[in-house]
């Protein structure tokens, strides 16, 4: 019988975690990048097969219990937004997480100075600034904020101009009855939010001011402004390529939603397509 988050749980359960009950541990999401998984969730809850999805072990949701048993995530905040944004029923508005550690019986201070030195928070803001104090993290996950450079160097890595984790790409089914804990762990914390800022301090979007202020800061974030900040990101393109010489940057296609389609061969790099056939995870095909 599955477990879920009113249990008692241990290191290894894995359990079904409400999106609305998750702890966030960092600012900032890439937005355009959430609404291609929400997509996907959308296709995949069509389908009847949103449960079994969840459960393949590279979308199982690092927990950390923390203070009054909150339940705070280390990674996966796309996912979860994908899920808290997306058009399906709200009983089926979960992930599945597991315990990676219990630091319920620790203070706040204590809590927080372990998270820090564990590399499982990341302390800065949606315009790269900080490391800000911790207890101003979002308390729910549908108050992250949008920074399009997360989405940026989401595309790098989709293109295969670096790598985050294995782990990531596993797609067989857990079992999850069982005890679980990764069977590997990143070896660059927090790598694509240094390439948000590589990106952010090197390449100019161009966003109006006001156009840039709504995408970032206003729920529940207009179409009308990310459908502008899919074109400054696409238009922002060729001074990537000149800037990291990653030659996949120079073969790649998006749909009009800016979900990054094909990294192949093309004839007109960095066009967009109206009507692509996507990757069942929303980005590449």
């Known amino acids: ?38 997509r996907s969730i959308e296709h995949e809850a069509e389908r009847e097969r949103l449960d079994e999805f969840l459960r393949q072990e590279g979308r199982l949701v690092p927990v950390v219990l923390g203070p009054n048993k909150e339940l705070y995530i280390t990674d996966h905040h796309h996912l979860s937004t994908a899920i808290w944004r997306a058009n399906i029923p709200h009983g089926q508005k ?3 997480g597991y315990i990676l550690h219990d630091w319920s019986d620790k203070d706040g201070d204590h809590f927080w100075r372990d998270m820090i030195e564990n590399n499982f ?48 790409e596993k797609t067989h089914v857990v079992d999850i009855t069982q005890k679980y804990l990764p069977t590997s762990q990143a070896k660059a914390f927090f790598i694509e939010f240094r390439w948000a800022n590589f990106l952010r ?3 100019h979007l161009k966003l109006k001011k006001a156009d840039f202020s709504m995408t970032c800061t206003t729920m529940p974030y207009s179409s ?38 094909k990294a192949g061969h093309v004839d007109h790099p960095h066009r967009r397509q109206t009507d692509p056939e996507m990757a069942e995870d929303g980005h590449l095909k």
């Open 224 to 261: 009308l402004y990310l459908s502008k900040e899919v074109d400054a990101l696409i238009d922002a393109f060729d001074v990537v390529v000149s800037l990291i010489g990653c030659k996949q940057l120079q073969e790649v296609t998006y749909d009009k939603d800016g979900c990054l389609v």
């Open 94 to 96: 979960y992930v599945y």
């Open 1 to 38: 019988m599955k477990k879920n988050h009113h249990q008692h749980l241990e290191v290894g359960d894995i359990f079904e975690l409400p999106v609305e009950k998750i702890r966030p541990t960092q600012f900032s999401i890439g937005l355009v990048s959430v609404d291609c998984k929400r």
């Open 201 to 203: 301090a090197n390449v």
């Open 121 to 168: 928070t990341w302390l800065y803001d949606d315009k790269g600034e900080g490391p800000l104090n911790p207890y101003l993290l979002p308390k729910s996950i549908g108050d992250i904020l949008n920074d399009p450079y997360r989405t940026l160097s989401r595309w790098l890595r989709d293109c295969g101009c670096y790598s985050k984790d294995v782990l990531k």
